[in-house]
């Protein structure tokens, strides 16, 4: 790892709806790559309102992967948190607010995300990245 971890422990990384779409539809993508890495190496978080909108986007959009999510969420390892509808932190996007509440309530490092309004966020705890970066930080061949 390329950065000292700024406190003892596993680093906790929110994984985003868009990433988790990406690497079920996508199983040699980057994210898909990524999310087997941090499974691997950190903790993953997922939020319950990520869950909900993969699914609707799943059903609107590719309905024969939701059996594959539901078999990803049954058997990766991961925190599940509230969303929060209070906010310590304004996003643009009204629908990702309780997200970016829940990641800040919980503590996590970082949100891994493709969503411009989370990335637009100048932020350092959770710091917000794209797969890109954080394939980058982590020093992971792409």
Known sequence: ???AMERIGEMRILIDTNVLFSALLFPGSKPAKALLYIADHYE???CDRNIVELREILRRKAPKYLPDAEVLFAEMAYELIPAVDHAE???RDAKDQPILNAAIVADVDIILTGDKDFLSLDMEHPKCMTVAQ???REDIEE
């Open 134 to 136: 954080f394939l980058e």
């Open 1 to 3: 790892m390329k950065y």
């Open 44 to 46: 993953i978080v997922l």
């Open 89 to 91: 932190k304004l996003i």
